[in-house]
């Protein structure tokens, strides 16, 4: 079974080295139909929510091509890959990533118990 992305966490933080083949497994295994302008868009913008969870990036286009570093026009064709409903969707005018929300939440959830353990 494969570990999430929290569990990663909690076994960099004891020491214990991350398997990097599992992350790019699971990276891999949902984005082979992109292409490599398409990658690099699609991970800037995970580690861009990530770094902003638990708020999402608002839908708008000029700000995110400025963060994905491109131009509107060129984020506008690559807006209709990444955000297809299956890697990315638009929800009440935010991007929201199923998945990144759920490792958030797991990551978040060892990091208290961590914090406990540290504490007590």
């Given at each position: 079974?494969?570990?999430?992305?929290?569990?990663?966490?909690?076994?960099?933080?004891?020491?214990?080295g991350?398997?990097?083949?599992?992350?790019?497994?699971?990276?891999?295994?949902?984005?082979?139909?992109?292409?490599l302008?398409?990658?690099?868009?699609?991970?800037?913008?995970?580690?861009?929510?990530?770094?902003?969870?638990?708020?999402?990036?608002?839908?708008?286009?000029?700000?995110?091509?400025?963060?994905?570093?491109?131009?509107?026009?060129?984020?506008?064709?690559?807006?209709?890959?990444?955000?297809?409903?299956?890697?990315?969707?638009?929800?009440?005018?935010?991007?929201?990533?199923?998945?990144?929300?759920?490792?958030?939440?797991?990551?978040?959830?060892?990091?208290t118990?961590?914090?406990?353990?540290?504490?007590?």
């Amino acid at each position: 079974m494969r570990k999430n992305f929290g569990e990663y966490i909690l076994e960099a933080r004891k020491g214990v080295g991350i398997k990097q083949t599992d992350l790019a497994d699971a990276y891999m295994g949902d984005t082979p139909h992109l292409t490599l302008e398409e990658h690099g868009a699609y991970m800037r913008l995970l580690m861009i929510h990530w770094l902003m969870l638990p708020n999402h990036i608002p839908d708008d286009e000029k700000r995110v091509a400025r963060m994905l570093g491109t131009t509107p026009g060129r984020w506008r064709k690559l807006k209709k890959t990444i955000c297809d409903g299956k890697l990315y969707s638009i929800r009440d005018g935010f991007f929201r990533q199923k998945g990144l929300e759920k490792e958030f939440e797991t990551a978040r959830t060892f990091r208290t118990r961590a914090i406990a353990e540290t504490v007590n």
